[in-house]
């Protein structure tokens, strides 16, 4: 049940990695206003809240404003729908959410990984799927980010996008993105060394039952 300090490490790193990801995904955060503007239209948008003070229509096709944070899928946002979901936006929910995903199928693994024996035959199989699901993760995550750090505060999307910052939780989806790549880095070296030791065994054991299998010949012949 001992895990190596390279093991206990990554495991710390994709729990730390897992948090912050939770964290950016449930957060109303992604953009924000600067505070600057008396009356901004606009206060901050997450992946699923959205929150508007006297938002109105910018093609002024409907007498109705909108205020308070709501759920970005709410039914009165239809007014607005091409103004909040632009395509880019879209694809940061569906690569995000991906991430989330394979993050808790990640954590599945982390925990057979913490509970299991190295004897076990898929010890080492555990430890590749893990770094291998966080790594996807991470990608899943780091192109998340990219499309929303280029399109998230231009001036095609919140009014008063000069007034517009990227929020805290994105630079906390960063954090969980870095701790993602390093973790999935020693969850794969780790396997690498159970891999290695493994074969050294087998052939050692190979060479002990070769060594003694002639001793066994000479002694029936004996008989």
Known sequence: ????????????????????????????????????????????????????????????????KFGNCWWVFEE???IIYDVLFKGFYIAVQVWFSICVLLTICGLFYTSLYMYLNRAVEHYVKILFTAGGLYLAAAMCSTIAL???????????????????????????????????????VLYIIEGRVHKIKRKKIAIQRANYDYDIEPHKQSSHTAI
């Open 1 to 64: 049940m001992a895990k190596s300090r390279n093991g206990l490490t990554a495991v710390g790193l994709s729990v730390l990695g897992t948090l912050f990801v939770l964290l950016a995904f449930c957060t109303k955060s992604w953009l924000v206003t600067d505070g600057k503007l008396e009356h901004p239209k606009f206060e901050r948008i997450g992946l699923w809240v959205v929150c508007f003070k006297d938002f109105e229509d910018s093609h002024h096709w409907y007498d109705t």
């Open 76 to 78: 009165e946002y239809y």
């Open 146 to 184: 990219i499309m929303f750090g280029i399109h998230g505060d231009s001036r095609v999307w919140m009014p008063h996008w000069e007034h517009n910052d990227i929020g805290w939780s994105y630079g906390v989806a960063v954090a969980g993105t870095i701790a993602f790549y390093v973790s999935a």
